[in-house]
């Protein structure tokens, strides 16, 4: 596998439930970076890591957001306690460290009922 | 201000047209720029880095102006599946890329 894979596809959930999404970067790319994008918007910037180290939150990520890289390879995004302006399309990327673009998994999309 | 701004669109314009797209930064330490192709309900995909000196690729050309802090796309020729949503993005050290809201480019048979 090439390419930066994310799980799942699409996810339901009601409000007030936890959802987990992974993250699978490509093999050799160091860093990798959580999106957030709704409809007719560009994808928002979350929360990057290098290797293990998360090195930068945006502050768009309330509380309630939680990401981790545990051994610097595929990254879990959580999502506690759900809000429907949670709904969105999570896109997951990597990277080399050099300043290069990023490669895009399909995205989760999230839908908050 | 957005850090990064781009005019939404849609741009319609015929099969074979020359269209161009312009995005601005504000933040002058942005040192990498490219351009996305998103289609509707995938991924964006990468399409161009962006260098000062002027990019090309086949019908694309995309350019850097540091000093007006814009960067462009030219798309010649337009074909039918050229039709997308094209974003920009930049970033500086960190390769932290900030995107833009996209362009919807619709080409008309």
């Known amino acids: 596998d090439t390419g930066v894979s994310q799980d799942p596809r699409h996810k339901i959930t009601k409000r007030g439930q936890n959802v987990t999404f992974r993250c699978d970067p490509i093999s050799e790319h160091n860093r990798l970076y959580w999106y957030r994008q709704t409809l007719g918007q560009g994808p928002e910037f979350l929360t990057y890591f290098q290797n293990e180290a998360q090195l930068e939150k945006s502050r768009l990520l309330s509380d309630r957001f939680s990401a981790e890289r545990p051994k610097g390879s595929f990254s879990t995004l959580e999502i506690q306690r759900t809000e429907q302006g949670d709904s969105a399309m999570y896109l997951c990327a990597s990277s080399l460290e050099t300043l290069s673009g990023y490669t895009f998994g399909s995205g989760t999309r999230l839908t908050v009922v | 201000r957005k850090e990064v701004e781009q005019d939404p669109g849609p741009f319609n314009v015929p099969e074979g047209a020359t269209v161009a797209f312009n995005c601005t930064y504000s933040?002058?330490?942005?040192?990498?720029f490219f351009w996305y192709r998103q289609d509707c309900r995938k991924e964006p995909k990468l399409l161009m880095s962006?260098?000062?000196s002027g990019n090309e690729d086949g019908r694309f050309t995309a350019q850097l102006n540091r000093a007006s802090q814009y960067i462009s796309l030219l798309i010649r020729d337009s074909k039918l599946s050229d039709s997308a949503t094209y974003l920009c993005g930049g970033g500086g050290a960190t390769n932290k890329l900030i995107f833009g809201t996209g362009t919807l480019l619709a080409v008309q048979p």
């Open positions: 933040n002058s330490a942005s040192q990498s």
């Open positions: 962006v260098y000062s």
